[in-house]
C-alpha cells in the first residue's frame, strides 16, 4: 500500500518529476519555433576540457570560439547560413547535404576520382550542420549519450567546410581511408579528424581560401567536361557538356572536347545518375540539359 503516489496522476506541472534535458530539449525547440537562439547547456566551463570534434590543441571554450571565428566567410554566423548561400550535395543525415560553393566542387572531383581507385561512391554521411543541430548534438555528448561534438557555435560543420564520410573511410585502417589521407588534401580536404582528442578517421575539412559565391576554387578553374553513355531524357545516349557553377554548355564535338582537355579542363565519363547529381549539385537545372544548351546564370 503506496498511499502518497495518487490513482489518477496529477496534471499538475509542480507534481512532475523534474528531467532537466527534456525541459532544456523543449526549452531550446520553443525558442527555436520563435526564431530566437537555443539553449546550450549552462555548464560548459565545468566541459570545457571536454571538446570533441575540435583539434587537440584547443583545450578550452574561449580557444574553440577564437579558431571558429578564424574560418567565418562572407559575413555568414556558424550554422545560421541560408542554404540558398550553399550548394547542395548528396548526404546521409537529413538537412545535412550542403557544403560552400568551392568546397562543394572540390568534394565532387575528389569523389569522382575516389569512385575510380576504390570502386564505391564517397559517401558524405553529414555535411553542413545548423546550430540548432549543434546544440542538440553538444548537450547530447555532454549528457553523455551522445558522440563528441564541437561546443555550439565552433564546429566548421557549421561553416559548411566538414564532412563526415561514409564509405569505408570512417575505417581508420582502411584501403577506403588510405586513399583519402593521401589523395584528399590534393583537392583541399585535410583529414583533421585524425588529429581530434579523440581521433575521428571520417571527419574532413576544407582548408581552401574562399574567394566568394561562385568564385574561382584554388588549384581548379571551377569547370569539368561530363560525358555520360547511358539515355538521358531528351538528349540520347551520347552526350557531353562543359559543367561548371549554374552553367552548363553542351559540347558538340571532338575538338571542342579536346581543346578543354589540353588546357586541364577535368573530363570524366559518368553513368546517367552520376551527371544528374553532378548538375543538382551545380545548381544547373534539368532544362538546361538540350542539345542547344548554352546555360549560364549568376
Ligand atoms: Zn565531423
Redesign the pocket.
Known sequence: MRPDVPLVPSRAPENRSFDRRRLLSYAGASLALAGASSLVRSDSARAAVQLG?TSSSVTDVAQALAAAAANAWGGQQNGRIPASLLTPVQASVAGSGYLRDDAARQYLSMSLAFTAAIGRPLVIT?GYRSYDRQVAYWNAYQAGTGNLAAYPGT???GWGI???FGSGVESATSAAKRWMDANAPGYGWSPT?NGFSRP?P??FDYTGAWAGAGGPVQGDSGLMVLRCSENLEGVGTIYTALLGMRSLRHLLTINQINALRVVGVPYYEVPRSQFLLLCDALSVPRSAISVDSNYWRR
Do not use: R
Open positions: 570534434e553529414e564546429s566548421n560543420h566538414s564532412c563526415d579528424g575521428e571520417w571527419h
